[in-house]
């Protein structure tokens, strides 16, 4: 048996860019007969600022949508928690995933300067880094060594993706691959996601099926 997640989705409680509300989310999901979704709302300043002055404001504005998508989906839909991560260099998107709630409450996770800073940081924290459609325009590549993956197939219509190109580059790399839906609103998101080969307990669970390659993409590019 297979589980099919969606592990880039976000909420309009978390994400000044999203359109649909957690509990909607939730339901759009089950109908769509997945298993499970990575609720990936943004993590950056320029998101973090529309919701709180203080970090920890920021933070708890952060877990809305999370918490509302894991109570609307009680036992019927499994909710794991993830972030989009951007940093003040440049503005490349990153999936996170491998921690709690009280991880977000640790450090000011607006104020990574750099990849390259965050990385070790991840290290010391298990948590399990893909680059978010890498080839959209504004975006760049980056040393791979740096990533655990990047996201091959990437749903959201408002966007190129180029995910021929990230297929491609990952091909060529070797490296880990994921697919997903980057769901904002209910028209343009064209769906996309990973089978799982058993139900992850948690997001540090599924950050170790990611790493141990316990998984296949539902979408496929050429």
């Known amino acids: 048996?297979?589980?099919?997640?969606?592990?880039?989705?976000?909420?309009?409680?978390?994400?000044?860019?999203?359109?649909?509300?957690?509990?909607?989310?939730?339901?759009?999901?089950?109908?769509l007969g997945y298993d499970g979704i990575c609720i990936t709302d943004h993590m950056n300043i320029h998101n973090a600022k529309k919701f709180g002055s203080t970090y920890p404001e920021q933070a708890e504005a952060?877990?809305?949508?999370?918490?509302?998508?894991?109570?609307?989906?009680?036992?019927?839909l499994k909710i794991i928690?993830?972030?989009?991560?951007?940093?003040?260099?440049?503005?490349?998107?990153?999936?996170?995933f491998g921690f709690d709630e009280d991880f977000i409450f640790g450090r000011d996770l607006t104020r990574f300067e750099e990849l390259e800073q965050f990385r070790p940081f991840a290290d010391e924290?298990?948590?399990?880094?893909?680059q978010a459609h890498p080839f959209r325009d504004g975006m760049s590549i980056v040393d791979t060594s740096l990533l655990d993956g990047i996201e091959v197939y990437n749903g959201h219509g408002g966007h190129d993706s180029?995910?021929?190109?990230?297929?491609?580059?990952?091909?060529?790399?070797?490296?880990?691959?994921?697919?997903?839906?980057?769901?904002h609103r209910e028209t343009g998101m064209e769906p996309g996601g990973i089978y799982l080969?058993?139900?992850?307990?948690?997001?540090?669970?599924?950050?170790?099926?990611?790493?141990?390659?316990?998984?296949k993409l539902k979408v496929f590019v050429k």
């Open 81 to 96: 928690p993830g972030m989009e991560i951007r940093f003040l260099d440049y503005d490349n998107d990153y999936l996170v």
């Open 62 to 76: 952060f877990l809305k949508g999370y918490r509302a998508a894991k109570k609307a989906a009680g036992d019927r």
């Open 197 to 215: 080969d058993r139900m992850p307990e948690n997001s540090k669970d599924f950050a170790k099926m990611l790493i141990n390659n316990e998984y």
């Open 1 to 31: 048996m297979s589980y099919r997640f969606d592990i880039h989705v976000h909420t309009s409680e978390s994400s000044g860019c999203g359109e649909v509300s957690a509990k909607d989310v939730v339901e759009r999901y089950i109908g």
């Open 162 to 183: 180029r995910n021929d190109m990230a297929y491609a580059w990952a091909k060529r790399n070797g490296m880990r691959m994921s697919s997903a839906s980057d769901f």
């Open 125 to 130: 924290n298990g948590l399990v880094i893909y």
